[in-house]
């Protein structure tokens, strides 16, 4: 099993950053990928970013390209989700997840923090 708690949301202005973490514990040694994903309000789960816990290759939605940056802290067992240029459309539940297999989509995530919310005002 692995426990994942998200943190840092809060309510931003448009333009402005916020720094989610996502800290892991348990039977974190059998990860594979860390993912970011969202949900806003009415609308499908959609992919963020993801990174892999070996390698440290990472990937992002073309939606957040250029203004999120996904990291990696060893010591801590955290990932963070860096948002720079936050823009209303960005306002969602923002969840971690880990996969133990290689990741095409949600459904090869098998461990789910809760979330974090996350709005930008316009």
């Known amino acids: 099993q692995v426990q994942l708690v998200e943190s840092g949301g809060g309510l931003v202005q448009a333009g402005g950053s916020l720094r989610l973490s996502c800290a892991a514990s348990g039977r974190i040694f059998s990860t594979y990928d860390v993912g970011w994903f969202r949900q806003a309000p009415g609308k499908e789960l959609e992919f963020v970013s993801v990174i892999n816990w070996s390698d440290e290759r990472t990937a992002y939605a073309d939606s957040v390209k250029g203004r999120f940056t996904i990291s990696r802290e060893n010591a801590k067992n955290t990932v963070y989700l860096q948002m720079n240029s936050l823009k209303p459309e960005d306002t969602a539940v923002y969840l971690c997840?880990?996969?133990?297999?290689?990741?095409?989509?949600?459904?090869?995530?098998?461990?789910w923090g809760r979330g974090t919310q996350v709005t930008v005002s316009s």
């Open positions: 997840a880990v996969s133990t297999i290689p990741t095409l989509g949600p459904t090869d995530y098998a461990y």
